[in-house]
C-alpha cells in the first residue's frame, strides 16, 4: 500500500495561518469586541460553531488527500477573502470595529492559501487511463459544491456582518425629531420623526436611507412618519441581519412609542416596510393588534420555509436554501422565523396591502401566495414595469393615490 504524501511544511503553515486569523476575527467579533448593544453571551452560537469548525478543519488538514485539502483550502481562502471584504467596507465608511482592523489581515492570508489551494490541486493531478473523465468529474463536484455550500455561506455571513452605512440629514418637506427607540431587549434604535397632523402615524422601515420619497409623500397628506434603523443597521445598536430575523421587535418597540405620542389619537397606528422591512412588518402585525394596517412592499423569500411553497423551483433549490437557513441562523443567534404564507392568515381582521414588482427579484413572485393565505381585508397590486421596491418611482401618481387611499381607510384619518 502506498503512502499518502505528507503536504508540504509551507502549505501546511499558510493554512494553520489563515484559520488562526479567521479564528481570531470571530473571537473578536462575538466574544471580545461585539456590536454595540450586544454580549458576549448574545453571540453563543455564532463564535462557538465557527471556532469548533476551524480548529477541525486546521487538526484534520494534514490528514486529507491532496484534493480534498485543495478544496478545504479554497473554501477558507474564499470565507477568508469575504470577511476581508465585508472589513474593508467598514474602514472606508469610517464604522471599522476591532474585528474589522483584524480581518484587514485577512487579505494577504487568503490570498496566500488559494494560490497554495490552487498548486495543490495543480499537483495532484492524476495520469492514466480515464484522467480527463475524473478531471471532469472532479470540476462538476467543485461546482456543484460550491454551489450548495459555499454561495449560501457567503450570503449568511455577508448578511449577519452587512456594513453599516452613514445617514445624513434629509428633507422631509418638515423639520423633524431625532428620536431614539428602545426595544424590549434593551437596544437604543435611531429614528427621525415628523409629528402628525391628522391624528394618525406611519413607521417606516427597515431605515431612514432610500425611502424618503415615500416619508415626504406621507407627510403631505398629515401622516406622523417614524422612520427607523432596524436592529444592527446604520446607527442602531444591535447585530445586523439582513434577512430581519427578530427584529419584529424592533416594529413592537416602535408602536410602543407612538402610543405615547399626544398627536397619535386612539391607537392610529401603521406600517410601510420595504423588501425585509415588508417582510417584518407583515410579521410584526400578525402579532401586535396595535399595528392597525400595514403596507408590504417588495416582501419575498427568507429561509427555506417560503422555498417550501415556490413549487418545483424552490424544490431545486432546496438544498442551497437549507444551508443558507442553517448559516444564518447560527451566524445570528437566531431561529428561523414562520413561513410568511402563514403569518399573513393571522393580521386579519386588520388590513394589508401587498405590492410587488413585475422585475423584481428574491422570492417576490411569491406575493399572490401571500395574498391567497391572507383573510379579509387584503389587497394586492402587482407592478409589472417596476423594479424591488421601485413601485413609487414606476408609477408616482397612482402609488401615492393607492397607498395613502389605504392608511386614509384604515387609520380613519380626516
Given at each position: 500500500m502506498s503512502r499518502?504524501?505528507?503536504?508540504?511544511?509551507?502549505?501546511?503553515?499558510?493554512?494553520?495561518?489563515?484559520?488562526?486569523?479567521?479564528?481570531?476575527?470571530?473571537?473578536?467579533?462575538?466574544?471580545?469586541?461585539?456590536?454595540?448593544?450586544?454580549?458576549?453571551?448574545?453571540?453563543?452560537?455564532?463564535?462557538?460553531?465557527?471556532?469548533?469548525?476551524?480548529a477541525v478543519a486546521t487538526v484534520f488538514y494534514p490528514q486529507l488527500r491532496a484534493g480534498a485539502r485543495a478544496a478545504l483550502g479554497a473554501v477558507v481562502a474564499v470565507l477568508a477573502l469575504e470577511a476581508a471584504a465585508l472589513a474593508?467596507?467598514?474602514?472606508?465608511?469610517?464604522?471599522?470595529?476591532?474585528?474589522?482592523?483584524?480581518?484587514?489581515?485577512?487579505?494577504?492570508?487568503?490570498?496566500?492559501?488559494?494560490?497554495?489551494?490552487?498548486?495543490?490541486?495543480?499537483?495532484?493531478?492524476?495520469?492514466?487511463?480515464?484522467?480527463?473523465?475524473?478531471?471532469?468529474?472532479?470540476?462538476?463536484?467543485?461546482?456543484?459544491?460550491?454551489?450548495?455550500?459555499?454561495?449560501?455561506?457567503?450570503?449568511?455571513?455577508?448578511?449577519?456582518?452587512?456594513?453599516?452605512?452613514?445617514?445624513?440629514?434629509?428633507?422631509?418637506?418638515?423639520?423633524?425629531?431625532?428620536?431614539?427607540?428602545?426595544?424590549?431587549?434593551?437596544?437604543?434604535?435611531?429614528?427621525?420623526?415628523?409629528?402628525?397632523?391628522?391624528g394618525a402615524a406611519v413607521i417606516s422601515f427597515p431605515t431612514r436611507i432610500g425611502t424618503l420619497d415615500h416619508a415626504r409623500m406621507l407627510v403631505r397628506h398629515g401622516y406622523g412618519v417614524l422612520l427607523l434603523d432596524m436592529r444592527g443597521?446604520?446607527?442602531?445598536?444591535?447585530?445586523?441581519?439582513?434577512?430581519?430575523?427578530?427584529?419584529?421587535?424592533?416594529?413592537?418597540?416602535?408602536?410602543?412609542?407612538?402610543?405615547?405620542?399626544?398627536?397619535?389619537?386612539?391607537?392610529?397606528?401603521?406600517?410601510?416596510?420595504?423588501?425585509?422591512?415588508?417582510?417584518q412588518m407583515l410579521e410584526a402585525a400578525a402579532g401586535n393588534p396595535a399595528l392597525r394596517a400595514v403596507v408590504s412592499e417588495g416582501a419575498g423569500e427568507r429561509s427555506v420555509r417560503e422555498g417550501l411553497i415556490r413549487g418545483p423551483r424552490g424544490w431545486l433549490a432546496l438544498p442551497t436554501a437549507t444551508v443558507e437557513t442553517a448559516a444564518v441562523s447560527i451566524l445570528s443567534d437566531t431561529m428561523p422565523p414562520p413561513s410568511l404564507e402563514a403569518l399573513t392568515a393571522r393580521i386579519s381582521p386588520r388590513p394589508i396591502f401587498l405590492i410587488h414588482a413585475g422585475r423584481g427579484g428574491g422570492g417576490e413572485e411569491l406575493n399572490p401566495e401571500y395574498y391567497r393565505a391572507a383573510k379579509r381585508p387584503k389587497t394586492i397590486w402587482k407592478i409589472p414595469e417596476a423594479r424591488h421596491v421601485g413601485g413609487l418611482g414606476a408609477r408616482p401618481g397612482e402609488y401615492e393615490l393607492r397607498v395613502i387611499g389605504f392608511f386614509d381607510h384604515a387609520l380613519r384619518a380626516a
Open positions: 499518502r504524501p505528507t503536504p508540504a511544511a509551507r502549505e501546511l503553515r499558510t493554512f494553520g495561518l489563515t484559520a488562526l486569523l479567521l479564528g481570531l476575527q470571530v473571537l473578536l467579533d462575538a466574544f471580545l469586541a461585539p456590536q454595540p448593544g450586544t454580549r458576549w453571551a448574545d453571540n453563543l452560537a455564532s463564535g462557538l460553531v465557527p471556532l469548533a469548525l476551524l474593508v467596507a467598514a474602514v472606508t465608511r469610517g464604522v471599522a470595529r476591532p474585528s474589522d482592523w483584524a480581518s484587514l489581515l485577512l487579505w494577504p492570508a487568503g490570498l496566500a492559501l488559494g494560490y497554495v489551494a490552487a498548486v495543490t490541486l495543480w499537483r495532484s493531478r492524476s495520469v492514466g487511463r480515464h484522467r480527463y473523465l475524473r478531471r471532469t468529474l472532479t470540476a462538476l463536484g467543485v461546482v456543484v459544491g460550491v454551489y450548495v455550500t459555499l454561495l449560501p455561506v457567503g450570503a449568511a455571513l455577508y448578511a449577519t456582518h452587512r456594513p453599516r452605512a452613514d445617514v445624513e440629514r434629509a428633507d422631509l418637506g418638515t423639520p423633524y425629531q431625532t428620536v431614539t427607540v428602545t426595544t424590549a431587549d434593551g437596544l437604543d434604535l435611531a429614528a427621525w420623526y415628523v409629528p402628525s397632523r391628522n443597521y446604520e446607527e442602531s445598536e444591535g447585530a445586523p441581519n439582513a434577512f430581519g430575523w427578530g427584529a419584529t421587535r424592533d416594529i413592537d418597540a416602535a408602536v410602543a412609542w407612538l402610543q405615547r405620542r399626544p398627536d397619535v389619537r386612539q391607537g392610529r397606528i401603521g406600517g410601510i416596510g420595504f423588501s425585509v422591512g415588508g417582510e
